[in-house]
């Protein structure tokens, strides 16, 4: 029998667990950032699963920052929304 091949969500995990000893030396504000941040790469485990030139860690960063991009665009937006709330009052 062939040799089975971890799935990209059991990757993710693996690093995961891999970077336990530097996320307990995080505060624990920054714990809760950082455990986001794997929670981002694991909504995209289907795109990661389609990089085949890059090792899955750089492509879950790839969806770290996507998610991190999507965050920032809507706060913009909703910057954008208040600024025209504030500039013309109902």
């Given at each position: ?24 030396t ?65």
């Open positions: 029998m062939g040799r089975t091949l971890p799935t990209i969500t059991q990757q993710v995990s693996d690093t995961e667990s891999a970077m336990a000893k530097f996320r307990r995080l505060r624990k504000s920054d714990q809760f950032v950082f455990d986001g941040l794997f929670a981002n790469a694991r909504r995209h485990t289907a795109a990661i699963s389609q990089t085949d030139s890059l090792l899955p860690f750089e492509a879950a960063l790839l969806a770290m920052l996507l998610e991190q991009a999507k965050e920032i665009t809507n706060l913009h937006s909703e910057i954008e929304i208040l600024k025209t709330r504030i500039k013309s009052p109902r």
